[in-house]
């Protein structure tokens, strides 16, 4: 099969011919259509994320068919459509996986950073950690919802009811939350890097009741905010835009550090947290909800080989929604 090949951080992925994996007793081997790209995946080829298994597949926005099932899979039949998460495998008796918190298992391990993942031809997974793709997603259009649409779901679940949200970096993420809080009758503010107004435009396209710099304020204060941009002066930024009792939200797995600040914008009973990975019933609950909304994707296509170009686009910020991979 063909493969995306990272051997070494900060080096461009090489494409490369390996075997078909096969899978283990509670594996599932599934025939790649769709695999959506991630910041994560950045972080991971740019060093910030250390340790991933080496030489690795990066990609955890899976989406393909399953052509073969290890002997105890249970409920995913050849020929069923699949989606493969960034929580590939946690251990089931830690103290996290016994309170209902298997997203901050001590032993959890990740599609494409422990496990091979996406960018290549074909992939295996433990069938208990995929996903069942809704009817009515094509292939390019699922696979963003797999990470930008679950982990965040989480992020935007844990801002609670509010009324005014704000969106710090409108990338993959935002793009699809926005569609959710609308529905919801949310009023949504979206913040882009210094002077991006094709950005902006896009989120006012897609129904955003603002859209400015991350710098600025915005023109009322805000109950929440979610920060998706991995920029730790964001924080302090978010911090001043949203209202007393106000949360702020980490959603990313990386930030660069953040800045010191005066505890006058944290008082008053102000909330901030961060986001970590993603549990199943996050994506249960996420993948019945994206129908009903309905969540549109809106995607920039890149095929298999071309996964270093889709790497650099996203880096430099010419990606209008989220980036694919197809095979």
Request: contains cysteine.
């Amino acid at each position: 099969m063909r493969a995306m090949l990272l051997e070494a951080p900060r080096q461009p992925l090489r494409l490369v011919d390996l075997p078909v994996p096969k899978p283990n007793p509670e594996q599932v081997l599934i025939r790649i259509h769709a695999c959506a790209v991630c910041r994560t995946d950045l972080h991971i080829v740019d060093g910030e994320l250390t340790h991933p298994k080496l030489p690795l597949i990066l990609g955890h926005q899976i989406v393909g068919t399953v052509e073969a099932v290890g002997e105890r899979v249970k409920n995913f039949n050849v020929g069923k459509r699949v989606g493969v998460p960034w929580l590939g495998h946690t251990c089931d008796r830690c103290r996290y996986c016994l309170s209902h918190r298997e997203n901050l298992c001590d032993y959890a391990e990740f599609t494409g950073y422990h496990l091979d993942g996406g960018y290549a031809e074909y992939t295996v997974a433990d069938y208990r950690y995929c996903f069942e793709i809704p009817a009515g997603y094509p292939d390019m259009q699922a696979a963003p919802l797999l990470c930008g649409g679950l982990i965040g779901y989480r992020a935007y679940r844990m801002t609670g009811d509010t009324e005014k949200i704000g969106f710090y970096g409108f990338g993959s993420s935002a793009h699809i939350l926005i569609q959710l809080a609308r529905y919801q009758g949310r009023q949504v503010f979206a913040f882009t890097r210094s002077g991006d107004t094709q950005g902006q435009e896009f989120a006012r396209h897609l129904g955003a009741n603002w859209a400015g710099d991350s710098d600025e304020l915005p023109p009322e204060p805000l109950d929440a905010a979610i920060i998706f941009a991995p920029v730790g002066k964001l924080v302090p930024a978010a911090l001043r835009a949203v209202a007393k009792g106000g949360v702020v939200v980490c959603a990313g797995i990386h930030m660069s550090d953040i800045p010191s600040f005066p505890y006058e914008i944290l008082w008053e009973e102000r909330v901030l947290r961060s986001v970590a990975n993603l549990t199943r019933q996050d994506g249960e609950e996420f993948l019945t909800l994206a129908p009903q909304v309905p969540i549109r994707t809106e995607v920039n296509l890149f095929g298999l080989s071309e996964a270093n170009e889709a790497l650099d686009a996203l880096r430099s910020g010419k990606i209008e929604g989220s980036a694919v991979l197809f095979t």
